[in-house]
């Protein structure tokens, strides 16, 4: 029973997809009817074409996850508070007396703190607008289940930041890591399911997070380095 319920779910899913794709080739308020179905006859270049559109799919997420209202808040709730998870574990890593997990925590900061900056300085050129905010022609509209961030859409700042913590956790613990990378995912696909990013936008910010640390990583070895070379000079001339 669990199977054919994740199956139904499933198929429904890409059925509003598949309605979000053709929407733009349906006559004017075809889309009022609750008896909507997919046409018969359709263009495979233009279902192609139409499949690309980042809209289309963050208004075919938005429509499947508003289908409940368990999985409706629970985006609301990913989208806007999951991410604090990730300063329960850096106040847990700091407050030990393990010595990798302190200084885990501090790489925690700084990917943080990387990925938002970057994140933020590519958003004051990009300036592309979040999903909530377009206004097409068709009748499909995408709205933001959240209070409406004041930045722009791209990249996610949540995703880059989620998967720059994510990163330092799993470089000390890989078993928590894991939940935490799976974390950081539902964070960013919570905001496109709530109308505030654009599925390109999380792909960008899973890259700044996960360069994010990588230069903190690497900022670090190198200081790291330099300070054991400086205290074996210092030996050498005692």
């Known amino acids: 029973e669990g199977g054919d319920s994740f199956g139904r779910s499933r198929e429904r899913f890409f059925e509003e997809y598949m309605i979000a794709c053709l929407s733009s080739r349906a006559p004017a308020g075809a889309w009022q009817s609750n008896q909507t179905r997919l046409p018969r006859r359709t263009s495979l270049l233009a279902m192609t074409e139409n499949m690309l559109s980042d809209y289309q799919f963050v208004y075919a997420v938005q429509r499947y996850v508003l289908d409940n209202p368990f999985t409706a808040s629970s985006a609301v709730f990913a989208a806007r508070w999951l991410i604090l998870i990730f300063a329960f574990i850096a106040v847990a890593f700091f407050v030990t007396h393990d010595r990798r997990l302190r200084h885990a925590a501090g790489e925690m900061v700084w990917s943080f703190l990387t990925a938002l900056l970057v994140t933020n300085l590519v958003a004051l050129f990009v300036l592309r607008e979040r999903p909530f905010l377009q206004s097409p022609e068709n009748l499909l509209s995408?709205?933001?289940?959240?209070?409406?961030?004041?930045?722009?859409?791209?990249?996610?700042?949540?995703?880059?930041?989620?998967?720059?913590?994510?990163?330092?956790?799993?470089?000390?613990?890989?078993?928590?890591?894991?939940?935490?990378?799976?974390?950081?995912?539902?964070?960013?696909?919570?905001?496109?399911?709530?109308?505030?990013?654009?599925?390109?936008?999380?792909?960008?910010?899973?890259?700044?997070?996960?360069?994010?640390?990588?230069?903190?990583?690497?900022?670090?070895?190198?200081?790291?380095?330099?300070?054991?070379?400086?205290?074996?000079?210092?030996?050498?001339?005692?």
């Open 142 to 238: 995408v709205r933001a289940l959240i209070p409406p961030p004041i930045t722009t859409s791209f990249p996610s700042g949540h995703t880059a930041t989620a998967f720059a913590l994510a990163s330092a956790v799993f470089f000390v613990n890989r078993r928590l890591g894991i939940v935490a990378y799976l974390i950081a995912l539902i964070i960013g696909f919570a905001r496109i399911a709530v109308g505030v990013h654009y599925p390109t936008d999380v792909v960008a910010g899973i890259f700044v997070g996960l360069a994010s640390f990588a230069a903190v990583r690497y900022c670090h070895e190198r200081l790291r380095a330099r300070d054991m070379e400086r205290a074996a000079k210092r030996h050498s001339h005692v």
